[in-house]
């Protein structure tokens, strides 16, 4: 099936940095969604973005819709050791069907 | 929010059984209910959608003989894998749509890990 890729991969950081990490699709959405999951558990949303170029924060968290509707980032801000899990971005055309990225999965060190 | 329970939340069975899993929405109804299937370090792939008193609608590549899908009631779906096979193994995550605001949001349920002998 179809999936957006998201990049990096991985990620290996200290407690306190930024990260960043992005999500392209060759093809547009009219919505993008980034979710975290924990290990053996389903996932959960962080954020929603509805419209082309909106940014949108949710505590240390903020992402964006990219105005192509072709990608979206999400950033953190000061990690914290319970950022530890996979997020991945979503996206959604004109039905509920959600298409997941690839994920990124964030280890974050003391 | 909303929460979404699956049962069992692990099951382990022999090769050529069938096993059913359940998904409810608790405090809910769901509109449509989605069954997503996730293999070990790999992302969510979506299997079917399933609405309430109509046949499920599978995607490509998804066997709908072998993964049956009946959605009884607004908050009750289930998925059978018949004859499962070792290749069956994966993590298997519904969700059930809700309408928040202006939009629709699923909501995920925990997941069962399904090891066929």
């Known amino acids: 099936g179809q999936q957006l890729n998201q990049s990096p991969q991985s990620m290996f950081i200290q407690e306190g940095e930024d990260v960043s990490m992005n999500c392209t699709s060759s093809s547009i959405f009219n919505t993008w969604l980034w979710y975290k999951q924990d290990p053996g558990e389903g996932p959960v949303l962080l954020i929603a973005?509805?419209?082309?170029?909106e940014l949108t924060s949710n505590g240390r968290l903020t992402a964006q819709f990219g105005i192509t509707r072709k990608d979206s980032f999400l950033n953190i801000s000061a990690s914290i050791p319970s950022d530890v899990g996979i997020y991945f971005c979503?996206?959604?055309?004109?039905?509920?069907?959600?298409?997941f990225g690839t994920g990124t999965r964030l280890q974050v060190f003391p | 929010g909303a929460v979404v329970s699956q049962h069992p939340s692990r099951v382990i069975c022999k090769s050529g059984t069938s096993v059913k899993i359940e998904c409810r929405s608790l405090d809910f109804q769901a509109t449509t209910m989605f069954w997503y299937r996730q293999f070990p370090k790999k992302s969510l792939m979506l299997m079917a959608t399933s609405n309430e008193g109509s046949k499920a609608t599978y995607e490509q590549g998804v066997e709908k003989d072998k993964f049956l899908i009946n959605h009884a009631s607004l908050t009750l779906s289930t998925l059978t894998v018949t004859s499962a096979h070792p290749e069956d193994s994966s993590f298997y995550i519904c969700s059930g749509t809700k309408r928040e605001g202006l939009h629709n949001e699923q909501f995920f349920g925990p997941g069962t890990r399904l090891t066929v002998l």
């Open positions: 973005l509805y419209k082309a170029g």
């Open positions: 979503a996206g959604q055309l004109h039905t509920d069907k959600l298409i």
